[in-house]
């Protein structure tokens, strides 16, 4: 079946350094892409997303890139900091409010 | 703005006893549904509501009834837990402009962990 996947379960990072998180999706319906931020004990918080009709968008620190040739998805942190560890999940919707696909996660981790 | 809110945050069953986990939001969405997040699993959605007095399945919804009687509420009842329901849940909401329209971020909830026994 179709289903949304992470390249690495932990990724450690140097303070001050960029990070890249990885997604791999196999739904080519998908349209509409999220990132999420989890914190221990706490729930998703959105981060930021990207339609399928764009390649690249950018946020605070952050930037997602979608490449639908070969169904990838990354997130990219630059200067990351202490308060960047957490879990990052990929999402990706086929249409609809319900149908949203989560990915298990990538736990990253900021060495000081 | 409270955003969403969950109650209880911690919660201990014994097998065939029932409870309700309470959501409420009160941003006036629309939107909102109940996730459970396992291990090494992505959140799977349990339950959604498009609105007040709608509700629908989504992709795990067996052992589990919801209710939408109001905007702000969306209560997730248990009839008789089983440890397989062991499980943290999440509750979220967004904004909802209708089908085909521009899908909007889901706001979540800090998430009720239950273990049931």
């Known amino acids: 079946g179709e289903s949304v996947g992470l390249h690495l379960p932990t990724l450690s990072v140097q303070e001050g350094d960029n990070s890249i998180i990885n997604c791999a999706y196999s739904n080519s319906a998908s349209d509409y892409f999220i990132w999420y931020k989890q914190e221990s004990g706490k729930g998703p918080q959105f981060i930021i997303d990207i339609r399928s009709n764009m390649d690249k968008r950018q946020g605070q620190r952050v930037t997602v890139l979608l490449n639908k040739t070969v169904k990838h998805l990354s997130l990219q942190i630059a200067a990351t900091q202490p308060g960047d560890s957490a879990v990052y999940f990929c999402a990706e919707n086929t249409g609809g409010y319900q149908k949203v696909t989560f990915g298990t996660g990538t736990k990253l981790q900021v060495i000081p | 703005n409270a955003g969403v809110t969950q109650t209880p945050k911690f919660q201990v069953l014994k097998t065939g006893q029932s409870m309700t986990l309470q959501c409420a939001q009160d941003?006036?969405?629309?939107?909102m549904s109940w996730y459970r997040q396992d291990p090494g699993m992505g959140l799977r959605l349990i339950h959604y509501?498009?609105?007040?007095?709608?509700?629908d399945q989504g992709e795990v919804p067996n052992g589990y009834n919801v209710s939408r009687s109001t905007t702000e509420d969306f209560p997730l009842r248990l009839l008789s837990a089983a440890p397989s329901q062991t499980s943290v849940y999440f509750c979220?909401?967004?904004?909802?402009?209708?089908?085909?329209?521009?899908?909007?971020?889901?706001?979540f909830g800090p998430g009720t962990r239950l273990l049931v026994l």
């Open positions: 509501s498009v609105g007040a007095g709608i509700t």
């Open positions: 979220a909401s967004s904004y909802y402009k209708g089908r085909g329209t521009k899908r909007e971020t889901q706001y």
């Open positions: 941003m006036n969405h629309e939107y």
